[in-house]
């Protein structure tokens, strides 16, 4: 019995500590971490604005997606990031011809990302981000919801935050 307790005792510490860990690290690179899904979340939006649009309005800006690109969505970057470098788009290997190469591009990198970040610091939750940006709620699960696919990677990482925190 007191080995199963101490067993538990130890379990309990290691996951207490690894949240605070985390935790830390969060404090440490808030205004990183901030600057990047605010980036992220700017591409998110406007990925959905040409994925939403009908068929006849995604033709019409297609034909000058480039210029569109460039004068509204990158002049508009609320991040410091530089947003072509970000999702990939140097301008010297690839232009974004279409909508679709721009939001299939977003959600590809934002998934990524996401990952990397939950990797290194947990599950960004709402909770834990409001405390560093005057009560804004982010909510980095939209970045998984806008892929078309279930990435095993992503349950297994979520899974483990979640077992961090409780």
């Given at each position: 019995?007191?080995?199963?307790?101490?067993?538990?005792?130890?379990?309990?510490?290691?996951?207490g500590f690894a949240q605070a860990e985390k935790d830390s690290l969060v404090?440490?690179?808030?205004?990183?971490?901030?600057?990047?899904?605010?980036?992220?979340?700017?591409?998110?939006?406007?990925?959905?604005?040409?994925?939403?649009?009908?068929?006849?309005?995604?033709?019409?800006?297609?034909?000058?997606?480039?210029?569109?690109?460039?004068?509204?969505?990158?002049?508009?970057?609320?991040?410091?990031?530089?947003?072509?470098?970000?999702?990939?788009?140097?301008?010297?290997?690839?232009?974004?011809?279409?909508?679709?190469?721009?939001?299939v591009a977003v959600y590809e990198k934002n998934l990524v990302e996401f990952?990397?970040?939950?990797?290194?610091?947990?599950?960004?939750?709402?909770?834990?981000?409001?405390?560093?940006?005057?009560?804004?709620?982010?909510?980095?699960?939209?970045?998984?919801?806008?892929?078309?696919?279930?990435?095993?990677?992503?349950?297994?990482?979520?899974?483990?935050?979640?077992?961090?925190?409780?």
């Open positions: 019995m007191k080995k199963v307790l101490f067993i538990l005792f130890v379990l309990v510490s290691f996951s404090e440490v690179d808030k205004e990183a971490i901030l600057d990047k899904l605010e980036l992220m979340f700017y591409l998110d939006q406007e990925a959905t604005k040409c994925l939403t649009m009908t068929k006849e309005k995604q033709t019409e800006l297609d034909k000058t997606f480039p210029y569109y690109f460039m004068n509204a969505i990158v002049k508009n970057n609320p991040s410091t990031l530089d947003l072509r470098e970000f999702i990939g788009f140097d301008f010297k290997e690839f232009k974004p011809i279409k909508c679709k190469d721009f939001y990952i990397d970040m939950t990797k290194k610091y947990g599950y960004l939750s709402t909770q834990r981000l409001k405390r560093y940006k005057d009560g804004k709620a982010y909510s980095p699960l939209i970045f998984v919801i806008h892929n078309s696919y279930s990435d095993k990677e992503v349950k297994k990482l979520m899974n483990r935050s979640l077992r961090l925190v409780i």
